[in-house]
């Protein structure tokens, strides 16, 4: 019997050796955002006048090695206020991100990595629940938010300040063999960036943060007021593109309701 055990041992680690095996991608509903004029989604104004609805998701990713948080979606404290916040960009919140990850048996200290695509509220929103997380975050990005110019808005995600960080510039394979890697994409934001996820089945998929908006905005290299450089967002989207090219990856606009939607509806999972 004791030899048998051991023999059971050797197979898990080795079944567990080819990690993408058993990586899953769980889409948590982190607030919806209904916006009545996109007008400021376009420095060529293509969208005045339309509205929209906007989901902000969060990813976890859970890994043999770790759990990862992609995003942390609008403050969750927002789920206490059934009326929303907001007039032009009106915010929402069904459920709470804690609530979510309760469902799995799961609680914020458990997430071992976080990683934003940028700083805005909408997807940095409950960082301060990952204060005890290991923060992969892009160099640009985290020397930004906390300059002087951002005194304000680091209340919101002052908790990164102290937590155990790993940086990057260009890339960063988070777990080290190739299932969830972080490429630089500036432009949005100074430090922005995006994840590339490969899964077993499901295969590459390609996750945007807001270098668009949604399938619209992607198709016109659509450039928000809210931008810190032109020129880096157009490179970045080049980018991004060759990224889903090469990796025949199914691209994942953050913010599209249909591409939230497309997902598997939490708790099930994308494997
Ligand atoms: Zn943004």
């Known amino acids: 019997m004791k030899l048998f055990g051991f023999a059971a041992v050797l ?3 080795a079944t ?10 769980y889409t948590l509903d982190c607030g919806t955002i209904e916006v009545s004029d996109m007008v400021s989604f376009d420095k060529q104004r293509r969208f005045a006048g339309q509205s929209i609805t906007l989901k902000v998701p969060c990813y976890l990713i859970r890994h043999p090695d770790g759990d990862l948080l992609w995003d942390a979606g ?23 991100l804690t609530s979510q990850l309760a469902e799995l048996g799961m ?18 929103g409950n960082a301060n629940l990952f204060g005890h997380s290991t923060w992969i975050a892009n160099r640009a ?15 919101g995600y002052s908790a990164l300040k ?14 080290g063999d190739g299932s969830a890697v972080v490429y630089g994409t500036p432009g949005h934001t100074p430090g922005h960036s995006v ?4 899964l077993n089945s499901a295969g590459a998929l390609l996750f945007s943060g807001d ?26 989207m080049d980018r991004f593109e060759a990224l889903a090219e090469q990796h025949q990856a199914r691209v994942v606009i953050e913010h599209d309701k249909n591409h939230f939607e497309a997902m598997p509806k939490f708790p099930k999972y994308l494997d």
């Open 11 to 13: 197979l898990v680690a």
């Open 16 to 25: 567990n050796a080819n990690a993408t095996d058993s990586v899953q991608l």
């Open 74 to 96: 609008l403050d969750e404290a927002l789920a206490a206020n059934p009326e929303g916040i907001g007039t032009t960009f009106h915010s929402t919140m069904s459920q709470t």
């Open 107 to 124: 609680s914020p200290a458990d997430i071992e990595y976080l990683s934003l695509s940028h700083w805005h509220p909408d997807h940095a």
């Open 141 to 155: 990005e985290r020397d930004f938010m906390f300059s002087d110019a951002m005194k304000e808005a680091q209340t």
């Open 162 to 175: 102290t937590a155990k960080t790993i940086l990057f510039d260009e890339t960063y394979d988070v777990f």
């Open 195 to 198: 994840l590339l996820l490969t």
């Open 211 to 236: 270098l668009y908006i949604h399938e619209e905005s992607r198709t016109l290299r659509a450039i928000p007021l809210f931008n810190t450089d032109i020129g880096q967002t157009l490179q970045s």
